[in-house]
């Protein structure tokens, strides 16, 4: 069976930092395109970052640039994202998902994915 699990959300303080974990099961997740996404309660789900197969190919959105790194690593089935300078607009349930192929190209729009992870709750406490 094909899954992602997303671990490393909690509870953070304005500045603060969090890395998020994607690990894949029942796949090699380096054949795969991955995308970062979250979710405000009341808001549309929003592409924040995603990574290519090859490496070449990674996109954020406006909004973390700068703050946020998202990366790979093969050997451990897992793609990470390293959130930085945390805010309270970055509160949400944030999502990975896959594509197969997607060697050069991945995509900030949720509908170019394959399947998707349970998410994982961020909260920026104020």
């Given at each position: 069976?094909?899954q992602l699990v997303e671990s490393g959300g909690g509870l953070v ?114």
């Amino acid at each position: 069976q094909l899954q992602l699990v997303e671990s490393g959300g909690g509870l953070v303080q304005p500045g603060g930092s969090l890395r998020l974990s994607c690990a894949a099961s029942g796949f090699t997740l380096d054949y795969y395109a991955i995308g970062w996404f979250r979710q405000a309660p009341g808001k549309e789900r929003e592409g924040v970052a995603c990574i290519s197969r090859s490496d070449r190919n990674i996109y954020y959105v406006d909004s973390v640039k700068g703050r946020f790194t998202i990366s790979r690593d093969n050997a451990k089935n897992t793609v990470y994202l390293q959130m930085n300078s945390l805010k309270p607009e970055d509160t949400a349930a944030y999502y990975c998902a896959a594509r197969s192929g997607g060697y050069y190209t991945c995509s900030g729009g949720g509908d170019w994915y394959d399947f998707w992870g349970q998410g994982t709750q961020v909260t920026g406490s104020s």
